[in-house]
């Protein structure tokens, strides 16, 4: 009687396999250029890094640096829906701006009965009562004197003489 053959079955290939990707890789990486940049990077290391160093020590970067981490500081604590609002709110006011022409109606002075008539219009001064409030606040707010922007934000007080 015969004896069985076992035989298992090679599944057949699909792509290219993990040492022919990491080739490929290799290749288009030395065909780009990356890789010499790499190198070059990495060989230049301290030249790089006093570049940098220098450029940080600068006076103007320092105070690039402090005024990203000022504005993102206020820009964490305005709500997503109130922050795209406002800035949405600000583009329809420029869009407008922009669309104003002098000859429309309404561009002429108004005189002072139209003046008169202006003082007794509740929707306009509704308008103008939250600009109002908002020039009060920015007006209060550029009187406080700061001496360190990160200490007032965090309430710290600043040690001084």
């Known amino acids: 009687m015969a004896e069985r053959i076992s035989h298992d079955v090679t599944p057949p290939r699909i792509?290219?396999?993990?040492?022919?990707?990491?080739?490929?890789?290799?290749?288009?990486?030395?065909?780009?250029?990356?890789?010499?940049?790499?190198?070059?990077?990495v060989g230049a290391n301290t030249s790089i890094a006093s570049v940098v160093m220098d450029g940080l020590g600068k006076e103007a970067?320092?105070?690039?640096?402090?005024?990203?981490?000022?504005?993102?500081?206020?820009?964490?604590?305005?709500?997503?829906?109130?922050?795209?609002?406002?800035?949405?709110?600000?583009?329809?006011?420029?869009?407008?701006?922009?669309?104003?022409?002098?000859?429309?109606?309404?561009g002429d002075a108004p005189g002072v009965s139209g003046a008169y008539r202006?003082?007794?219009d509740d929707e306009l001064w509704r308008a103008v009562t939250p600009l109002v409030e908002g020039l009060k606040a920015f007006a209060e707010r550029l009187d406080k004197p700061v001496d360190k922007p990160v200490s007032d934000y965090f309430g710290k007080p600043t040690s001084g003489p």
């Open 15 to 41: 792509g290219p396999d993990a040492h022919e990707e990491l080739e490929q890789l290799l290749q288009t990486l030395h065909e780009h250029g990356v890789l010499r940049l790499a190198k070059d990077v």
């Open 61 to 106: 970067t320092l105070n690039a640096i402090q005024n990203l981490a000022i504005l993102g500081m206020m820009l964490s604590e305005i709500p997503p829906e109130r922050f795209y609002r406002v800035t949405f709110a600000l583009r329809e006011a420029l869009d407008r701006i922009g669309q104003y022409q002098p000859g429309e109606e309404g």
């Open 118 to 120: 202006m003082l007794n």
